[in-house]
């Protein structure tokens, strides 16, 4: 089965300074896509980054930064020059296909704090 | 900002009642996902449409449906409310034909349910 652990309920980090964000993942089926969203208290999903199963490439997004390391199941995210906005839930998700149509399974999410 | 919008952002119903929630995607976007996010928990998916017809369903009953309209706007109806529907709901909206299928999501609609 497909499954997402963030097993970093909360992480704390102070302003400028790069904080990662851990995500482990389950899964037997060759191609998938891995993603990031942020969610700030107002409660909108929003996209931060994308890597697929099959990129040779960690996938980069400005500030974002993923590290993928396929054989160990893992694709966290670095944020780099954190800033007093990236305050927030942060969710790993894991898009699979599952008889003709694709599904986000999201992680329980890490509350990051940016402290002055 | 995804350019999805739901309506309405908040809604208090008493058990055993009805709801209807509302979402509008994204331009260009053709399938339209809803994920149920209880408190302190990542969202559930819900359903999928695609082209007016459900194609994917997650573990929610039957009293959990939907709908898609040529626009590919989308309703999600919930009957016979119970309290553990009290959630925030999630519309995300995607391109079928995009290899990366990036879901944008709304602001959600959070459900109250007495």
């Known amino acids: 089965a497909q499954k997402i652990t963030q097993t970093q309920p909360g992480m704390f980090v102070q302003e400028k300074e790069a904080v990662t964000l851990d995500c482990t993942y389950d899964?037997?089926?060759?191609?998938?896509?891995l993603f990031w969203y942020k969610q700030p208290s107002s409660g909108e999903m929003i996209f931060l980054i994308y890597?697929?199963?099959?990129?040779?490439q960690n996938a980069t997004e400005g500030r974002y930064s993923l590290n993928f390391q396929k054989a160990r199941k893992s694709a966290n995210l670095v944020i780099s020059a954190s800033q007093l906005g990236d305050s927030a839930m942060y969710f790993c998700?894991?898009?699979?296909?599952?008889?003709?149509?694709?599904?986000?399974?999201f992680g329980t999410g890490t509350r990051l704090l940016v402290s002055p | 900002e995804t350019g999805v919008t739901q309506s309405p952002t908040h809604l208090i119903k008493t058990r055993g009642q009805q709801v209807t929630l509302r979402c509008s995607s994204q331009?260009?976007?053709?399938?339209v996902s809803w994920y149920q996010q209880a408190l302190g928990q990542g969202p559930q998916f819900i359903f999928q449409?695609?082209?007016?017809?459900?194609?994917g369903r997650g573990n929610f009953p039957p009293r959990f449906s939907g709908l898609q309209f040529p626009n590919y706007s989308s309703e999600l109806n919930v009957n016979a409310l119970e309290l553990d529907d009290s959630a925030l709901y999630l519309c995300?909206?995607?391109?079928?034909?995009?290899?990366?299928?990036?879901?944008?999501f709304g602001a959600g609609t959070r459900l109250s349910v007495l």
């Open positions: 995300a909206s995607s391109f079928a034909g995009d290899s990366k299928n990036i879901q944008y």
């Open positions: 899964t037997s089926d060759p191609s998938y896509g």
């Open positions: 890597q697929g199963s099959y990129d040779q």
């Open positions: 998700a894991m898009r699979f296909m599952n008889t003709g149509f694709q599904k986000l399974v």
């Open positions: 331009s260009g976007h053709n399938t």
């Open positions: 449409y695609y082209r007016e017809e459900e194609n």
